[in-house]
Structure formats: structure tokens, C-alpha cells
């Protein structure tokens, strides 16, 4: 569904304007429709932000090249990228990203930095990486990259806005009814309108289906978010 279709879907489930009458989302034609507009954007940000935002639709797989530097932001990783999910091993437990069929373990920026940020650093195939926040989100590799290495690893994406009448939701299609019935709620819960319980069952029922559906069985790390 887009954002023109997730609106009137809002009004008619509501009852208190007719879909038909509603032709766009960034020029309403009254302000009550505007609110549905703000209800619908609002909507589709909470869930994203849901359970840190580890929804299977939000990871996604990338990788690129290193330099002969040490330290690369998230951004040129991938322009989307707001956070590294490393690999997990199941027996061993440590988390690490691939150079190659080589593993890059992850280790604490506390400990990185006690351990490893000291006099000169050696250049090589790097070693081991982390995550830091100063000066931007960042990871750093020890050691530093002595040639051009290609890096492979998942990353959590951004938050997608929708902006015009036919921007459609990056979630699974089959669950974009779930936006327009949160945001009904938003509107039937202000209003006190005698549909908001049903309206409120009704987004409870997709939730959950679009937990089962998109939420790992195993929980996974994300190396903290971007700020």
C-alpha cells in the first residue's frame, strides 16, 4: 500500500471522511486530513523503532572495500547503514564479520582500546574490528589494513520516511494493513471514537502476526545504533 492508500484506508475504517474525497497526502484538502496524514508517518516510525528496530526487513547484506585506513563510518559502509549485525557463532559465542573466508571478531570498544589502541599499530589482514561513537559511529580494524580487503556483513538500515503519495512502505506488502490500523487508533483514542476498541484489537492481531512473521527466532546483536 502507499501513503495516499494508507490514508484512506485510515478514514474508512474510522468513518469520518470518505476515502474517495482524499487525493493526496503532501497537499490535504482539510486539516483533519492532515492529521491522518501526521497519524500514518507516525505510525510507520513507531514500528520501525519496535524491539530496536530488529525487524528481518531491516537488515539487510552488504560489504565493501577497505583502504589502508583503520577506521570506517557507517555511511561508507552503506549509505543506509545505522548499525553492523555481526555473525554469530553458535557453539563458541563470538561475534565476528568476514574478510574473505576469514573471521574479523568483534571485541568491546572498552577493551579494544586497552588492549589493542597502543603505541604504533602493525599493518595487515585485520584481526579484529569494533564499534565506536566519537567524532561519528565508526568501526575500527586491528590490525590496519595493509591492501585492499573486501569486508562482508549485515547492517540495520534506516529509517525509511514516507514523503510522497506513492512512497510504499519497505516492510512486507502483506502487513502494511498494520500501519493504517495503529494509526486509526492514534485517531479513534483522541477523538474518543466508539471504534477505537475494535480499531485496537484489530492492529493487535496484525502486530503480532508481523512479529511471527519478521522478528528472528534467535535474538541477534546490532552493534549499537548510529546516534
Not at 524491539?51 to 570506517?72: I, L, P
Not at 570498544?109 to 586497552?114: L, V
Not at 562482508?152 to 512486507?172: A, E, H, K, N, R
Not at 479513534?188 to 475494535?198: F, M, S, W
Amino acid at each position: 500500500m502507499t501513503r495516499l492508500e494508507l490514508v484512506k484506508m485510515v478514514a474508512q475504517k474510522l468513518g469520518t471522511a470518505d476515502p474517495d474525497d482524499i487525493t493526496s497526502t503532501t497537499s490535504p484538502d482539510t486539516d483533519y486530513i492532515s492529521d491522518i496524514v501526521e497519524s500514518v508517518d507516525a505510525a510507520w516510525e513507531e514500528i520501525q523503532i519496535m524491539h530496536e528496530g530488529v525487524w528481518h526487513w531491516r537488515r539487510t547484506q552488504t560489504s565493501f572495500n577497505t583502504t589502508t585506513n583503520r577506521e570506517y563510518t557507517f555511511t561508507q559502509i552503506d549509505s543506509t547503514c545505522v548499525g553492523v549485525i555481526p555473525f554469530q557463532h553458535r557453539q563458541q559465542g563470538n561475534s565476528y564479520i568476514l574478510i574473505g573466508n576469514n573471521e574479523v571478531d568483534f571485541i568491546p570498544y572498552q577493551n579494544f582500546r586497552g588492549w589493542l589502541d597502543r603505541g604504533t599499530r602493525s599493518s595487515q589482514r585485520p584481526q579484529y574490528f569494533t564499534v565506536r561513537h566519537d567524532g561519528g559511529s565508526k568501526i575500527e580494524f586491528d590490525p590496519t589494513p595493509d591492501a585492499v580487503y573486501a569486508v562482508s556483513l549485515d547492517i540495520l538500515t534506516d529509517l525509511q520516511d514516507l514523503t510522497i503519495d506513492g512512497t510504499v512502505p519497505d516492510m512486507p506488502v502483506r502487513f502494511h494493513r498494520t500501519i493504517g490500523f495503529l494509526a486509526a487508533t492514534y485517531l479513534a483514542e483522541y477523538d474518543e471514537n466508539v471504534r477505537y476498541k475494535l480499531l485496537h484489537k484489530r492492529y493487535t492481531k496484525w502486530l503480532n502476526d508481523l512479529r511471527e512473521d519478521q522478528l528472528p527466532k534467535q535474538r541477534f546483536n546490532v552493534l549499537p545504533i548510529g546516534s
